[in-house]
């Protein structure tokens, strides 16, 4: 789904039925109308709030060009450097930060590794922020599926908690 050419909405739906809605914005600058920012940002809370209504789990890639939150997963400082935007041509600005990835809590349980990419076949000002998940709890859930499907059920022992009883009753 496409919103006046600023915003892109992509819906997934894996077997297990975990289910991730991507939104992709790149809002205009803060010195626009606020009306026109405030169109955005009601259709942003309408996109959020449907996604939570269906239990999607979420990833918002923005660049707001509005506000700056410092509440990252990731530590910023001199030797990790998280700066997303170079000035290159007739832009020689300063390196900065401008891009912004927030998930729902579980996906970003998941976040494995971030690492930032120049692409070289794309002329662009930003580099690329790539991100590695792991996959076993979203795989899981495709296994969970499976078995569901064949009515079959599997039972998950917490060893670490159960008494001698317990055992012997198994």
């Known amino acids: 789904m496409e ?21 992709q914005c790149y809002l205009p600058a803060s010195s626009h109308v ?3 920012q405030n169109d955005y940002m009601n ?23 509005m506000f700056d939150t410092t509440n990252l ?45 120049r692409p070289n076949d794309i002329k662009t000002d930003h580099l690329m922020i790539l991100n590695q998940f792991f996959t076993q709890e979203i795989v899981g859930l495709k296994q969970l599926a499976k078995l569901q499907q064949q009515r079959r059920w599997k039972m998950i022992y917490a060893y670490d908690e159960m008494t001698d009883e317990d055992l012997v009753d198994i």
């Not at 919103?3 to 939104?23: A, C, E, N, P, V």
């Not at 001199?78 to 990835?101: L, Q, V, W």
Request: zero cysteines.
């Open 3 to 23: 919103y006046k050419g600023r915003i892109i909405t992509l819906d997934f739906q894996f077997k297990g039925h975990l289910k991730i809605r991507i939104i």
């Open 34 to 36: 606020i009306s026109i």
């Open 43 to 65: 259709e942003i809370k309408r996109l959020l709030d449907e996604a939570k209504r269906k239990n999607y789990e979420i990833i918002m890639m923005e660049n707001i060009l």
């Open 73 to 117: 997963l990731f530590d910023i400082s001199e030797t990790n450097s998280r700066h997303t935007f170079y000035g290159n041509g007739n832009n020689k600005a300063t390196s900065s930060r401008i891009d912004y990835i927030w998930t729902s809590h579980f996906l970003a349980l998941q976040l494995n590794n971030q690492k930032l990419y």
